[in-house]
């Protein structure tokens, strides 16, 4: 292989180092979740930035800052890894009698879902889950699934739909964001910049609206990916709303934070869909009722007392 071509191809450890330093905000976070040394986690991050030749990551007396190009790299990292993931999911599979082949969404795979899988597997060990990414409707005949995951409504009434748990979004910001805006109210939110998702193009109008607030609001950028919608939020852009269950990460290391408004149910749903003539397959059914109970424990985790779902409707 060529230099250029060997710089170009960083190694696997050097790349979810700086991604988890990107996404935890510091060297002794992404340590922690990776389970290595801070020192260690530095070492990977300065390697690849010897090897692509240009700086990432700013050292600051509060921990790290990306550069302009750090963050661009981050979100294309984030989603490679993310992709990497599933792939090796799908490689470590075997051939067993029982089989379901299952659509996930990429982000809710990836970050609710997949984490859970051991949990079936080691209980489940005659069951091979083979996993493929959709977005949108699935056509169960076309691409041969069992099964795949849903956020929306229901549409056809020849799918069962199994709802798993509501979609509740709120507003979010970096710490540095909110403590720069006085925002202690909906309205207030009315001056402020608003991040949207492609996919969510009602999701500020709808939050108004259920916060019984009239006045037109000020449009802000929107984005594709949910990655570049967070990745924008962390870096002090503006407000995100923005769906719980895909930030539970950020939330706990502190790089979001919710704005004291209320949550807002959005009126889609998470579902587990199958054609009908799949209700009576083995592997639907046992997936079906491990998946139901572990939605179920996290509503539960969710709504005790002092984390309100929505104080709207």
């Given amino acids: 292989m060529k230099e250029i071509q060997r710089r170009l191809i960083p ?10 330093v990107a996404r935890l905000g510091s060297f002794s ?28 990551v700013k050292r600051t007396n509060k921990g790290v800052e990306l550069t302009e190009k750090g963050r661009r790299y981050a979100a294309g990292v984030a989603e490679i890894i993310d992709r990497l993931r599933l792939l090796s999911l799908d490689a470590m599979s075997n051939i067993h009698p029982g089989q379901l082949d299952l659509a996930i969404l990429p982000t809710f795979g990836t970050r609710w879902l997949l984490p ?32 795949a995951i849903h956020v929306g409504r229901p549409f056809s009434p020849d799918l069962v739909f199994e709802h798993l748990m509501p979609e509740v979004a709120a507003p979010v910001c970096s710490p540095a964001f909110r403590a720069a805006n006085a925002i202690a109210a909906p309205a207030a939110l009315l001056d402020m910049p608003l991040l949207e998702m492609v996919s969510r193009p009602d999701g500020w109008r709808n939050w108004f609206a259920a916060a019984g607030i009239a006045e037109p609001y000020r449009e ?28 539970q990460s950020e ?9 004291d408004v209320p949550r807002f149910k959005t009126g889609n749903g998470y579902y587990l869909v199958y054609p009908r003539h799949k209700a009576d397959n083995p592997s639907v059914r046992r997936f079906s009722a491990w998946l139901l109970e572990q939605a179920r424990r996290f509503v539960e985790r969710e709504e005790q007392p002092g984390q309100p779902l929505s104080a709207m409707r």
């Fill in 251 to 259: 939330l706990e290391s502190g790089q979001l934070v919710e704005l």
């Fill in 29 to 56: 976070a992404a340590a922690n979740a990776l389970s290595l040394t801070p020192g260690a986690v530095s070492r990977h991050v300065d390697g690849l930035e010897g090897q692509l030749g240009v700086v990432l």
């Fill in 220 to 247: 802000g950028m929107r984005f594709e990916q949910f990655i570049h919608v967070a990745q924008a939020c962390m870096t002090g852009l503006g407000v995100a709303l923005m769906p719980l269950i895909l930030i």
């Fill in 116 to 147: 859970r899988i051991p949990d079936f597997v080691s209980t489940n060990t005659d069951v091979t889950l083979n996993f493929v990414t959709r977005i949108g409707r699935v056509d169960f005949e076309r691409d041969r699934l069992d099964a």
């Fill in 11 to 20: 190694s696997t450890a050097a790349l979810t180092a700086f991604e988890a």
